[in-house]
C-alpha cells in the first residue's frame, strides 16, 4: 500500500485516511498505522450489527498485498508453508500460515491460485518480517519464483448477509452473475462501475459472508464512496475484532505467534493428508510430532459470567493455580455474553469442561464451548 507519514511521528496512513476523518473517525494506532477504530454516530456496537444483519465496509488497506510468479511458485510457497495446492481449484484459495523452524507461526496468510501467478494477503505488524523471512528462504531455493509488492493497490472489505447486493449495484452486465456465483474463497477478476479495475475474492474475517476487493490506490476513495451510497457502513477496527472472536478466528500476536504451533492453536485442519505425509515445509518435523504425539496446551472458546476477560487474564484450576492465559476477550454484542480464547491444558479442552478466569482478582467459571460462537454464514 502506497502511505503518507502520520501527523504522529512513526505511523503511516493509508490512502483513505482523509475520508476516514471526514466521517468523524476516531482512530488508533494499529501494527504501524493510524486506523479508523469506530465512526462518529456509529460506535462499535452498531457497526457491528450492521456487518451481522446488513453489510459493512472496512478499509484493510494496512494488509501487505503480494504478487508471487515464476513457474516454480507453488512448489516454493509449499516449502514455506503447509498449504496443498493439489486441493486448491484454479481462481481459489486458502488460509494457511508460514511457520518458523520451530514449528511455530511466523504469520497466518491467505493465497489463492492464479492461472499465472499467485496472490497473497499477509498481516500488516508482520509483513516486513515476513518478507525478510521469505526472501531469506528464496535465496536458498533453486527453482523459479518470483515476489512482489502490490503498494499501488489498496484492499477494501465489504461483509455482511447484504454485502453481495451491495456489491451487484456495482456490477454490469454477466459480471453480476460471474460474482453471485462465487464460492467462498473464490476469486475473479472484474470492473466496478465498468471503470475500477478489481480483484474480488469472496472471503472475510467476521463470519459473514462477504468480499475483499484490491483495486488500485488512485481508486480507493471512489470505491469506498460507491459501496457506503449503496447501503454499506463504515466500520472500524473495534468492530471487526468484535467479529472476528464471535467466528472464533485468531487475532496474530493474541491467539498465535511464533511460540505456537497450528497443532496448539487447534488449526490442525490446515494441513492436508498429503503434506502431513510429505512434510517438505519449515518447521514441519516439529509440527508432525505434535500431530502424532499431541500437546501440553490447546486454544479453545470460553464463556463466563462477570467483567470481561481480556488478553493475559489468567487461568485457574480448582486450586487456583495458573494453568493458561485468554488471549482474546470481549463482551459478544451478538450474544450479549463474554466470550473469550485462550490457551488450556489438553485434558480441558473438550466442551463443557470448566476452568476459573480471573479479572481484577476476582474469580468467575469459565465453561469451555464448541468454536465458533456465532455460526458462520459463508457462501460454500
Not at 136 to 145: A, H, I, L, N, Q
Not at 338 to 343: E, P, R, V
Request: aromatic share 8%; proline share 4%.
Amino acid at each position: 500500500m502506497k502511505v503518507t507519514r502520520a501527523l504522529r511521528e512513526g505511523l503511516l496512513r493509508t490512502k483513505l485516511f482523509a475520508s476516514h476523518e471526514k466521517l468523524g473517525c476516531k482512530f488508533v494506532d494499529f501494527a504501524g498505522y493510524e486506523m479508523p477504530v469506530t465512526y462518529s454516530g456509529l460506535g462499535v456496537s452498531k457497526e457491528h450489527e450492521a456487518c451481522r444483519t446488513g453489510a459493512a465496509v472496512f478499509d484493510v488497506s494496512h494488509m501487505g498485498q503480494w504478487m508471487v510468479k515464476g513457474k516454480d511458485r507453488e512448489q516454493f510457497w509449499e516449502s514455506v508453508t503447509p498449504i496443498d495446492f493439489e486441493k486448491i481449484p484454479m481462481n481459489a484459495g486458502s488460509l494457511t500460515v508460514i511457520t518458523n523452524e520451530q514449528g511455530g507461526i511466523k504469520d497466518d496468510a491467505v493465497i489463492m491460485k492464479r492461472p499465472d501467478s499467485l496472490y497473497v494477503v499477509v498481516n500488516a505488524g508482520c509483513k516486513v518480517k515476513d518478507w525478510e523471512h521469505i526472501e531469506s528462504y528464496m535465496s536458498k531455493f533453486e527453482g523459479d519464483v518470483e515476489v512482489s509488492e502490490m503498494t499501488e493497490y489498496g484492499l477494501l472489505a465489504v461483509q455482511g448477509p447484504k454485502a453481495l447486493s451491495v456489491l451487484q449495484n456495482l456490477l454490469s452486465g454477466e459480471e453480476k452473475n460471474l460474482v453471485s456465483g462465487m464460492k467462498f474463497m473464490e476469486q475473479v477478476e472484474v470492473k466496478l462501475q465498468s471503470i475500477i479495475p478489481a480483484r474480488i475474492t469472496r472471503c472475510g474475517y467476521t463470519g459473514e459472508d462477504g468480499f475483499e476487493i484490491s483495486i488500485p490506490n488512485c481508486l480507493m476513495d471512489r470505491l469506498f464512496t460507491a459501496l457506503m451510497e449503496n447501503g454499506a457502513t463504515p466500520a472500524g477496527l473495534g468492530a471487526r475484532d468484535t467479529l472476528r472472536l464471535e467466528a472464533g478466528l485468531c487475532l496474530y500476536g493474541n491467539d498465535i505467534d511464533e511460540s505456537t504451533s497450528p497443532i496448539e492453536a487447534s488449526l490442525n485442519w490446515l494441513i492436508s493428508k498429503r503434506r502431513r505425509a510429505e512434510l517438505g515445509f519449515v518447521g514441519a518435523e516439529t509440527i508432525s510430532k505434535h500431530l502424532t504425539e499431541g500437546v501440553t496446551r490447546k486454544r479453545v472458546c470460553l464463556t463466563f459470567p462477570g467483567p470481561p476477560a481480556r488478553n493475559g487474564a489468567a487461568l485457574l484450576n480448582e486450586d487456583k493455580e495458573k494453568i493458561g492465559e485468554i488471549t482474546s476477550g470481549t463482551f459478544s454484542p451478538t450474544l450479549r455474553k463474554n466470550i473469550a480464547m485462550g490457551y488450556v491444558p489438553k485434558a480441558l479442552q473438550k466442551s463443557g469442561n470448566t476452568v476459573t478466569v480471573e479479572v481484577r482478582n476476582k474469580h468467575n467459571t469459565a465453561e469451555v464451548v464448541k468454536a465458533p460462537f456465532v455460526p458462520h454464514n459463508y457462501a460454500r
